[in-house]
């Protein structure tokens, strides 16, 4: 999506950026095998057998947490606690990992973009049509964009242009909304086209796509406001709901819900990057939200290092004075990692509360957009903490962390249950008056897709007999 906001956080050089961002993306085992190779590399990065807190680096007791930062100043707020967490199960003693389970008890498959985009498609295209789709869909680029065109999949099959850009259309609606679009500025007209189905979207925010995206890009307000006859802050209103709602590149958006742990699809995840429980196990208290680190000891630079500079000179001098730099690089791009995890899980735990009680009807509406704007960093900053990790919730369900930022999830739980117990097959535009009766409001395409989503047949291809399985 589009970011306009300021950053205010204190600027990293190059190295600490890239090293930061590359760490912010591991999950806690990439980082255990991370931090062992760094160990082994360089002298100067020491790990001192000793247990103490991440964050306020007190001593810990043997096989416990902080007594300090795992614990509420306030018995009676619901404010989440939030720290980080040497868990033992996550090493064993020294410095070699252990994994205790088999490689792959874990292993889950996982579809690329033109896969899972077909898999929308394909039961609302007939069955000639289905070659087309899959040509379509195996020219996406890594945006998500197309890099062919309409005319040249008519040339190749050889059929009416019409024909393919119905197709064309059709995978285009599907999720991740634009994608197969030919153009970003195509992309964002049709996810326009998409969101006026069901709510209101502003005038001036298509004309605005409609103007170019060069003057979006640069934030050309005052050029915008004098070229439609309106005021500045006409302008900035529709580039709000445009950066709130859009995206130019539908690849780089959260796609592929399916990746998500579904009770009908029966994916596992192996241990968890971050575990949330209630304080005392008391369902009114507050969250506890314990961000994993896999090490069971304090990472430091080695202090004989710098000694050992001042007794050395020349290339000697040089080659411990890069060690050292780069062992002090390293611990500080960890507790960066962990300082942006941090608040970002205080962030989504105090939204997704709901969620993480009463499971996915409750799961309130939140982009990874609005978490880098809350946050004041890039939205590629959030999207990196997301990828890959995994949540153990209360009940002791792993989820995908990307599921806390589903917002389509609410939605397709209602829609599965209302399916679940239909006394005949319902069709799209009876589950759209349905849905509408609990409160979402969706278009019957979008139910068409969600039902795809889910791996739901439409009406004419469902068991009409009562109890029958999906």
Same mark, same amino acid.
């Given at each position: 999506?589009?970011?306009?906001?300021?950053?205010?956080?204190?600027?990293?050089?190059?190295?600490?950026?890239?090293?930061?961002?590359?760490?912010?993306?591991?999950?806690?085992?990439?980082?255990?095998?991370?931090?062992? !190779?760094?160990?082994?590399?360089?002298?100067?990065?020491?790990?001192? #057998?000793?247990? /103490? &807190?991440?964050?306020?680096?007190?001593?810990?007791?043997?096989?416990?947490? &902080?007594?300090? &930062?795992?614990?509420?100043?306030?018995?009676?707020?619901?404010?989440?606690?939030?720290?980080?967490?040497?868990?033992?199960?996550?090493?064993?003693?020294?410095?070699?990992?252990?994994? #205790?389970?088999?490689?792959?008890?874990?292993?889950?498959?996982?579809?690329?973009?033109?896969?899972?985009?077909?898999?929308?498609?394909?039961?609302?295209?007939?069955?000639?049509?289905?070659?087309?789709?899959? %040509?379509? &869909?195996?020219?996406?680029?890594?945006?998500?964009?197309?890099?062919?065109?309409?005319?040249?999949? *008519?040339?190749?099959?050889?059929?009416?242009?019409?024909?393919? =850009?119905?197709? @064309?259309?059709?995978?285009?609606?599907?999720?991740?909304?634009?994608? +197969?679009?030919?153009?970003?500025?195509?992309?964002?007209?049709?996810?326009?086209?998409?969101?006026?189905?069901?709510?209101?979207?502003?005038?001036? !925010?298509?004309?605005?796509?409609?103007?170019?995206?060069?003057?979006?890009?640069?934030?050309?307000?005052?050029?915008?406001?004098?070229?439609?006859?309106?005021?500045?802050?006409?302008? !900035?209103?529709?580039?709000?709901?445009?950066?709130?709602?859009?995206?130019? %590149?539908?690849?780089?958006?959260?796609?592929?819900?399916?990746?998500?742990?579904?009770?009908?699809?029966?994916?596992?995840? @192996?241990?968890?990057?971050?575990?949330?429980?209630?304080?005392?196990?008391?369902?009114?208290?507050?969250?506890?939200?314990?961000?994993?680190?896999?090490? +069971? +000891?304090?990472?430091?630079?080695?202090?004989?290092? /710098?000694?050992?500079?001042?007794?050395?000179?020349?290339?000697?001098?040089?080659?411990?004075?890069?060690?050292?730099?780069?062992? +002090?690089? %390293?611990?500080?791009?960890?507790?960066?990692?962990?300082?942006?995890?941090?608040?970002?899980?205080?962030?989504?735990? *105090?939204?997704?509360?709901? %969620?993480?009680?009463?499971?996915?009807?409750?799961?309130?509406?939140?982009?990874?957009?609005?978490?880098?704007?809350?946050?004041?960093? @890039?939205?590629?900053?959030?999207?990196?903490?997301?990828?890959?990790?995994?949540?153990?919730?209360? =009940?002791?369900?792993?989820?995908?962390?990307?599921?806390?930022?589903?917002?389509?999830?609410?939605?397709?739980?209602?829609?599965?249950?209302?399916?679940?117990?239909?006394?005949?097959?319902?069709? #799209?535009?009876?589950?759209?008056?349905?849905?509408?009766?609990?409160?979402?409001?969706?278009?019957?395409?979008?139910?068409?897709?969600?039902?795809?989503?889910?791996?739901?047949?439409?009406?004419?291809?469902?068991?009409?007999?009562?109890?029958?399985?999906?």
């Amino acid at each position: 999506m589009f970011q306009y906001q300021t950053h205010t956080l204190r600027p990293l050089t190059t190295a600490h950026l890239a090293q930061t961002m590359t760490l912010l993306s591991l999950t806690v085992d990439e980082l255990r095998q991370q931090i062992d !190779a760094e160990l082994s590399a360089n002298p100067a990065l020491e790990l001192v #057998d000793e247990r /103490r &807190c991440p964050m306020c680096h007190r001593v810990l007791p043997k096989g416990g947490n &902080c007594p300090v &930062c795992s614990t509420p100043q306030n018995d009676q707020s619901l404010e989440p606690i939030v720290y980080i967490s040497p868990r033992d199960e996550f090493y064993a003693t020294g410095d070699t990992y252990q994994d #205790d389970y088999p490689e792959d008890q874990f292993s889950s498959q996982v579809e690329n973009l033109a896969e899972y985009v077909l898999r929308q498609v394909i039961p609302e295209l007939e069955s000639e049509d289905h070659k087309l789709a899959a %040509f379509i &869909c195996s020219h996406f680029d890594d945006d998500g964009l197309l890099t062919i065109t309409p005319l040249e999949v *008519m040339r190749y099959f050889h059929v009416p242009l019409d024909r393919v =850009n119905a197709v @064309h259309n059709v995978i285009r609606r599907a999720d991740p909304i634009g994608v +197969g679009s030919c153009s970003t500025q195509d992309a964002l007209l049709i996810q326009l086209d998409v969101l006026s189905e069901t709510g209101m979207v502003p005038v001036l !925010a298509r004309k605005i796509v409609e103007a170019g995206i060069t003057s979006m890009s640069r934030q050309h307000y005052s050029d915008l406001a004098r070229q439609m006859g309106v005021t500045v802050a006409k302008i !900035a209103e529709a580039m709000r709901f445009i950066s709130d709602n859009l995206n130019p %590149f539908p690849a780089r958006t959260h796609w592929g819900d399916s990746q998500q742990v579904n009770p009908n699809r029966g994916e596992v995840y @192996h241990r968890p990057d971050i575990i949330i429980s209630y304080l005392n196990n008391d369902p009114e208290k507050a969250l506890v939200v314990e961000i994993i680190i896999p090490i +069971g +000891g304090y990472l430091r630079v080695n202090p004989l290092y /710098r000694q050992a500079i001042k007794q050395t000179e020349g290339e000697t001098q040089e080659g411990l004075r890069s060690d050292l730099d780069r062992a +002090g690089l %390293f611990v500080k791009c960890l507790q960066q990692r962990n300082h942006t995890i941090r608040r970002m899980m205080q962030k989504l735990v *105090m939204i997704q509360r709901s %969620f993480i009680q009463y499971g996915e009807k409750s799961l309130i509406p939140f982009t990874r957009a609005q978490m880098s704007q809350d946050l004041e960093v @890039h939205e590629s900053t959030v999207s990196r903490a997301v990828t890959n990790k995994t949540v153990q919730l209360p =009940n002791g369900r792993i989820v995908p962390l990307s599921m806390f930022f589903d917002r389509s999830l609410n939605v397709r739980t209602v829609l599965r249950e209302i399916i679940a117990r239909e006394a005949r097959p319902l069709s #799209d535009s009876e589950l759209v008056e349905m849905l509408s009766r609990e409160g979402y409001r969706v278009a019957r395409r979008t139910v068409a897709k969600y039902r795809a989503m889910e791996g739901i047949l439409p009406a004419h291809l469902r068991h009409p007999e009562p109890g029958y399985n999906h």
